[in-house]
């Protein structure tokens, strides 16, 4: 079988697997949610419409070929000055106190070149966040593995759906406007807790509901939320 028949079918079994759950076996998933899957759909709607799986079937084949043929793809199979550090690690740092999880879908350095390669697969369009994001796991490279120069950190975005990557150098200045975006959010959020300090929210009603109702159709707090 070539590969990317293999890739599809191993991710196709999962989906299944995560259909089987949700319709079959919710009681287990409420007992023990980390062991089992729920689909939003199934769990608001009790049926996955079928727009949505030919959705998915189009864009698992359309993404793993893209995959295969991606420019970090490429640089893993190919050129032996690439090597791989970590994906997917559940890693975290503080900044101002405040502490941030951080999940790199994948990391790598070409050591020919000294460089660290972040990498995001994104299997949705292009955002303007995509650079934000990524500048964040930049600043834990520097703060938390001690590499020492901006110079040596390189961030990438990978577009499944297009086959495109956007690949970014970021400067000093980048950094910082990414840190008072952060600290902005962080203000912001703090304003809807009772006890900073704790981490208590506020009352339930004291958040405001969105404008944008179609946020509401993906939300996995609508259960809660008395709109509905
Ligand atoms: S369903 Fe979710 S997104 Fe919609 S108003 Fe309620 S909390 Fe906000």
């Known amino acids: 079988m070539i590969l990317v028949d293999f890739l599809i079918q191993r991710l196709r ?16 998933w409420r007992e023990r949610p980390n062991h089992f899957q729920m689909l939003h759909e199934i769990y608001y709607n009790g049926e996955l419409p079928q727009d949505k799986v030919d959705e998915i079937q189009k864009r698992l084949s359309v993404s793993m070929g893209n995959f295969l043929t991606s420019k970090t793809f490429t640089d893993i199979r190919e050129k032996k ?46 955002s303007f966040e995509d650079r934000h994001q990524l500048a964040l796991y930049e600043l834990y490279l520097q703060r938390v593995l001690k590499v020492k120069s901006i110079e040596e950190i390189v961030i990438r975005n990978e577009y499944l759906l297009t086959g495109t990557h956007k690949t970014y150098q970021l400067t000093e200045t980048d ?48 259960e809660l939320c008395e709109m509905y």
């Open 13 to 28: 079994s999962t989906l299944n697997s995560a259909f089987m759950d949700s319709k079959i076996r919710a009681d287990m």
């Open 81 to 126: 000055e690439m090597h791989f550090v970590e994906a997917e690690r559940f890693r975290f740092m503080f900044i101002d106190g405040v502490k941030i999880f951080i999940v790199m879908d994948f990391l790598y350095r070409d050591i020919k070149e000294g460089k660290w390669i972040i990498v995001d697969w994104k299997t949705w369009k292009e």
């Open 175 to 222: 950094l910082k406007k990414v840190q008072e975006l952060f600290g902005m959010s962080v203000v912001q959020m703090q304003r809807y807790l009772d006890d900073i300090i704790a981490n208590q929210p506020m009352d339930f009603n004291q958040f405001p509901k969105t404008n944008t109702l179609k946020k509401c159709n993906r939300c996995n707090y609508r």
